[in-house]
């Protein structure tokens, strides 16, 4: 049947987002370093400046010890998660597959994170509910941007002395936004009522996804029956961020320039300056998070301060930030070298699938047969749920 024109302009969008997403695979670490270098050169003579200043070791030492112990928190929250779902997994396995996510956001080659190949290589090691444990990823990264957001809407109740502009009270909106939003979803994540919604409850019998989404349900049911687990990572994800938001301002006065803002002003810009990065799309935020950082110091700096000085001082303190950060990468890349059969094989699985593709029903699908019945389906959940102990 020959294919119409609405046909080929599918066919022929499709084929350009195709081409778009393997080319930003090789493009968005050339992006990153560009933006760094632009950055760097457009503000050379207040950063030869902060360089050439007397450097306060002590705060260094201690943004470093921050900033580690910060990163080992997101490592015990993930860990909490997942033991939440009754995977066998252990502290020393959260914190071999945490540095591995951390040091695959720096040298991935594709357009998957760290979080994802986290979540192929728990996924690959469990022989059922892989969902389920893909999901303890999502959940774990949904947890640390709520709490990033909390940190923030803190910092909106103390009271600051920076100028009252549209971009603050914009800034200001983005976390309550956030925070009121992500909230909500937590409680409704935990009440016991929303797993017995009658849509819910016919979400299992739709076709193809039925069986992930009844995984889903039965890990919600789990968390629910466990509340204190996922408070307990909510907590953990708080005291993290709030760890390394104070690590950045220790890299601030690490290089003692005459004026940085206060620390509550940190707690301010730091999480939407953190979303930024995280969202730009290059690796590991590379140059976004440091031209956030430098907006936002020029942004908060009283009117006595120049902008380029208030703008040399945020992008050095950002630099100071990163390279912290990428010891700390650096000494996870010894877990990396240590599972590189493993991460090699996880690399070609996520260029190619989810892990949700490796689902049972993908697999049927796959071998060319059809997927379980409903009540098939719900007898295997049973059979697996009555070796399970929830307490």
């Not at 050339?30 to 950063?47: D, I, K």
């Not at 112990?69 to 995977?87: D, E, I, K, N």
Request: include cysteine; charge should be positive; hydrophobic fraction near 50%.
């Amino acid at each position: 049947m020959p294919v119409g024109p609405p046909g080929r302009l599918v066919g022929m969008l499709a084929a350009g987002a195709h081409l778009a997403g393997r080319s930003w695979k090789w493009l968005k670490w050339p992006v990153g370093l560009g933006v760094f270098a632009w950055l760097y050169y457009s503000n050379e003579e207040a950063l030869a400046k902060v360089a050439a200043a007397p450097k306060d070791w002590n705060y260094a030492i201690l943004a470093f010890l921050l900033i580690g112990g910060s990163t080992l928190m997101t490592f015990g929250r993930w860990y909490l998660l997942v033991r939440a779902q009754q995977f066998p997994f252990r502290v020393r396995d959260a914190v071999r597959l945490g540095f591995v996510g951390l040091v695959m956001n720096y040298i991935s080659p594709g357009s998957v994170g760290g979080d994802l190949f986290k979540a192929v290589l728990l996924a690959r090691d469990q022989q059922s509910r892989k969902a389920a444990a893909v999901a303890t990823v999502l959940l774990d990264r949904i947890l640390g941007l709520l709490a990033l957001f909390l940190v923030g809407l803190g910092a909106t109740l103390v009271p600051h002395d920076f100028p009252d502009s549209a971009e603050v009270q914009a800034n200001t909106a983005v976390l309550w936004i956030g925070s009121l939003a992500g909230l909500a979803g937590l409680v409704l994540m935990l009440l016991p009522a929303t797993t017995r919604w009658g849509w819910v409850n016919r979400l299992p019998r739709l076709p193809l996804v039925g069986h992930i989404l009844d995984e889903l349900v039965h890990g919600v049911r789990l968390y629910q029956s466990r509340p204190l687990a996922v408070l307990a990572a909510m907590g953990l994800s708080l005291v993290g961020h709030a760890g390394l938001i104070t690590g950045f301002y220790f890299c601030a006065l690490w290089i003692r320039q005459p004026w940085v803002p206060d620390l509550a002003a940190h707690f301010y810009f730091m999480p939407n300056a953190e979303l930024f990065g995280a969202v730009s799309m290059v690796p590991g935020g590379v140059g976004a998070l440091e031209w956030a950082v430098k907006q936002y110091y020029v942004l908060v700096k009283p009117n006595v301060i120049p902008e380029a000085q208030a703008a040399g001082a945020g992008l050095m303190a950002a630099i100071a930030f990163r390279v912290l950060q990428a010891v700390i990468a650096a000494i996870g890349f010894g877990y990396y070298l240590s599972s590189r059969r493993e991460i090699s094989a996880a690399i070609e699985e996520a260029s190619h699938e989810s892990p949700l593709e490796s689902s049972p029903v993908s697999l049927q699908l796959e071998a060319g047969s059809r997927p379980h019945s409903q009540p098939a389906q719900m007898a295997g959940r049973g059979e697996e749920r009555q070796g399970l102990s929830v307490t």
